[in-house]
């Protein structure tokens, strides 16, 4: 039998926070909002899809904590519960892009089905296996079910 403790890893999730200067930083989680702005006075922090979506920059409660994934923005304190400039909104673009999944999977050329006659609506997805054949992140390990023995 083999150990199968050598396939399994551990992701250290993240957040990113863009600061007030426009560079990005990496934040392992957990962690809460007052810690950031107790490395960074003067600032709150706010969550970049909620800008997106309401289109104010509005502050995160200090006990709050960030979510894994996320992005957050920086900004000082008077301009909470206002407008974000087009910079800001920029920015936030461009991270929110770097952090969109990119999807693995195989797909069926579209010359291979025209002999056949069938239509595929979807194509078939293959999940991502390690090299060792243990399969990545999102996918459920097999575990046996043993079952007593009547002598």
Known sequence: MGNLTSC????????????????????NLPITAAEIMLDEPGHVVSQAEQIRRTGRIAALKADEELSAGNVYLLVPVNRANSKPSESEMA????????????????????????GSGEKIEDPITVSPVHSAGCRLRGSRPWTPVLHPISE
């Open 91 to 114: 920015l936030i673009e461009s991270a929110s892009a770097k952090r969109r999944p990119k999807r693995r999977s195989s797909k069926i050329s579209p010359a291979a089905t025209e």
């Open 8 to 27: 399994f890893y551990v992701e250290i999730q993240t957040a990113i926070i863009i600061g007030a200067g426009g560079n990005f930083r990496k934040i």
